[in-house]
């Protein structure tokens, strides 16, 4: 019988006595028939590979949604599948909006003299028309809305101040009309500011504010435009609440003795390499930024379903909880946070993680990995800070301390690892692109390269 199986007359009947199974039978496949050859076998399964190995990176640094309360990852998934938010723009964006909305009014403290804020540095990466600023400004608009209330008041009190100050003394007097102050403007978001401006502004609100720049490159570039280098050195010392002190020629002197001012902004992939311009990946500069790059971004198909606005609704509610408590002042009427103290098991976990990283920093292999390991010591504690005060929000948390569950996230969030995995920088969700996209511009710029 011709057991080769590449005809109808090939089909295998059972007769008395006779073996069937496979390896008897020793099946011969006529593969030229069809033209196929070894090569094509060979070129399948480098594809099937190739499949596999991205299917198991894209796992791997996927951006960790499991890290936030049950309810910010509904809204997570909801702007995801309804207004086709990427979700690595998305969960980025809210801890940015997040750390706006806490400001000066806590701190986690890791121990006596070692504390951290809320403040970040955010890039959401991306090429054009891949949604990166929409989920920006979604993650915002509740910190606009507090602004666009905040500043209808102020509209208004100008107007009686205006008119107050046409008054006489005795006229004031006669309608019993108080000596007329003129007012402010306390508003939380900045776009489009002077340093001059910056000063002013969180003079008034020393709570906290955010720069919100729709493009970062051009951030970048007016670091120059009014005083050659101090700007840079002014945002390296404000990442770590080092005082404002500005003297001017004109006008009053300016000194916030606890800065507070986070910044978020997009830039294309294009670009990138702008940032290691101007020394900036020599001083330091470049370290305190997160780059949120995730891999294989494609833009997509409109969504033809809509949000519920309960979405909306539940994230604002989030935000407004944040923007409403209050701020403790000292004798000298400056912000003073409450601080929050990290549970002992929580604790115990941050520093087994520390030691990991610091073995990482030590045994990097450039300067450059070394300084991104190095400022993830100060991240994973404002992280965990952040994660907190929003479990707090959704009714997971009660405010007082820093738990497990929020250093697990910060840690997940500052390494891509679990709890009981060696740090990896290759699974951290926002360094690893950072590395992957920068490499040239550290060549140009003489840097030693990963």
Not at 130 to 148: G, R, V, Y
Request: charged share 25%.
């Amino acid at each position: 019988m011709d057991k080769t199986l590449n005809t109808p007359d090939n089909s295998l009947h059972k007769g008395q006595g006779e073996d069937t199974t496979l390896e008897a039978l020793k099946p011969v496949y006529d593969l030229k028939k069809y033209n196929i050859g070894v090569e094509d076998f060979k070129i399948e399964a480098d594809q099937r590979i190739k499949q596999g190995n991205e299917a198991k990176e894209k796992q791997i640094n996927r951006f960790p949604v499991e890290v936030f309360p049950l309810a910010v990852q509904q809204i997570i998934t909801s702007t995801n599948e309804n207004l086709s938010f990427p979700i690595d723009f998305i969960g980025a964006s809210m801890l940015y909006a997040v750390s706006v909305a806490i400001g000066n009014t806590y701190k986690a403290e890791v121990k006596k003299g070692f504390q951290e804020s809320a403040v970040l540095y955010l890039a959401i990466v991306a090429r054009a028309g891949t949604n990166k600023s929409h989920p920006l400004s979604f993650a915002l608009q509740p910190i606009i809305e507090q602004d666009k209330r905040t500043y209808h008041q102020y509209e208004q009190q100008r107007q009686e101040y205006e008119k107050a100050v046409t008054l006489s003394k005795k006229e004031r007097e006669n309608q019993a009309i108080d000596e007329p102050v003129k007012p402010i403007w306390q508003k939380f978001l900045l776009s489009d500011y002077t340093p001059e401006a910056l000063a002013e502004v969180h003079k008034f609100n020393k709570r906290g504010i955010g720069v919100y720049v729709d493009e970062l490159a051009g951030w970048f570039k007016n670091f120059n435009r009014y005083n050659k280098g101090s700007e840079m050195e002014f945002w390296i010392s404000n990442f770590n609440s080092k005082p404002i002190n500005i003297d001017r020629k004109t006008g009053e002197p300016v000194f916030i003795p606890l800065p507070f001012i986070s910044v978020a902004g997009t830039i294309q992939t294009g670009i990138l390499n702008e940032l290691a311009k101007d020394s900036r990946t020599q001083n330091g500069f470049i370290d305190r930024i997160l780059f949120v790059i995730p891999d294989n971004i494609q833009k997509e198909y409109w969504s033809e379903t809509e949000i519920n606005p309960v979405i909306i609704q539940d994230w604002a509610d989030i935000i407004t909880k944040l923007l409403n408590l209050p701020v403790q002042r000292d004798e000298t009427l400056n912000p003073e946070p409450e601080i929050l103290y990290f549970t002992p098991e929580a604790k115990k976990l941050l520093y087994k993680w520390q030691r990991e990283n610091t073995d990482q920093c030590n045994d990097a292999e450039s300067e450059t990995l070394a300084g991104i390991f190095s400022k993830l010591d100060m991240y994973v504690a404002r992280l965990a800070l952040i994660l907190e005060m929003m479990r707090w929000t959704c009714n997971e948390g009660n405010k007082e301390e820093v738990s497990t569950e929020a250093v697990k996230g910060a840690n997940i969030l500052g390494t891509g690892s679990q709890p009981n995995q060696h740090p990896d920088i290759n699974r951290n969700p926002f360094h690893l692109s950072r590395l992957r996209y920068l490499k040239p511009a550290f060549k140009t710029t003489n840097q030693t390269t990963l």
